[in-house]
T-cell receptor
Framework: DTEVTQTPKHLVMGMTNKKSLKCEQH?????MYWYKQKAKKPPELMFV???????INESVPSRFSPECPNSSLLNLHLHALQPEDSALYLC????????????FGSGTRLTVV | DQQVKQNSPSLSVQEGRISILNCDYT??????FLWYKKYPAEGPTFLIS?????DKNEDGRFTVFLNKSAKHLSLHIVPSQPGDSAVYFC???????????FGAGTRLTVKP
């Protein structure tokens, strides 16, 4: 299995809803990432988990809450989002740091109404 | 503060010719540089990387060149094929952590 699987592919939620994005990989990668990408902009790093511990949190608002239940799973819990949070949310994983390429999932297209 | 910059949003080349995609960076702590390719409705796919101790890395039709003094790297695709049409992202990472930064991407169109 050489894939990162993200669910759901599309999500529409209201500003008072609570939802979760899920990410799964079975490549034995020990680092997992959440990126946010808006149209015509680069992917922006949100969170990094290394060996199931949060190692980087790029000053993301608390309405985004990451969780890494085990080495294969990464969740992003969403609560009280704003319309400007609408974006493509990408999950990625890697064997290690630096020159190891990331394996990305195909993303969750989130729309906040 | 965008630390990785791709100043050309788009590039169009003829099939069989060379495609050259450029990338500049500002952070001298970056040690590893990578190129990703992205098709619509898919996540980015890792293409090729280079360490700061090298100035060139080649993999088939793809070659990445690094000019550390100019803080510039480029991706050469020779010969270009229609299937290479995609958005190409340049990325850079310091060697001591997982903090990878991406450029805004260049949309390459290879015309038959």
């Amino acid at each position: 299995d050489t894939e990162v699987t993200q669910t759901p592919k599309h999500l529409v939620m209201g500003m008072t809803n609570k939802k979760s994005l899920k990410c799964e990989q079975h490549m034995g990668h020990r680092a997992m990432y959440w990126y946010k990408q808006k149209a015509k902009k680069p992917p922006e790093l949100m969170f990094v988990y290394s060996y199931e511990k949060l190692s980087i949190n790029e000053s993301v608002p608390s309405r985004f809450s990451p969780e890494c239940p085990n080495s294969s799973l990464l969740n992003l819990h969403l609560h009280a989002l704003q319309p400007e949070d609408s974006a493509l949310y990408l999950c990625a994983s890697s064997q290690g740091i630096g020159a190891y390429g990331y394996t990305f999932g195909s993303g969750t297209r989130l729309t906040v109404v | 503060d965008q630390q990785v910059k791709q100043n050309s949003p788009s590039l169009s080349v003829q099939e069989g010719r060379i495609s050259i995609l450029n990338c500049d960076y500002t952070n001298s702590m970056f040690d590893y540089f990578l190129w990703y390719k992205k098709y619509p409705a898919e996540g980015p796919t890792f293409l090729i990387s280079i360490s700061s101790i090298k100035d060139k890395n080649e993999d088939g039709r793809f070659t990445v060149f690094l000019n550390k003094s100019a803080k510039h790297l480029s991706l050469h695709i020779v010969p270009s094929q229609p299937g290479d049409s995609a958005v190409y992202f340049c990325a850079a990472s310091p060697g001591n952590n997982n903090d990878m930064r991406f450029g805004a991407g260049t949309r390459l169109t290879v015309k038959p």
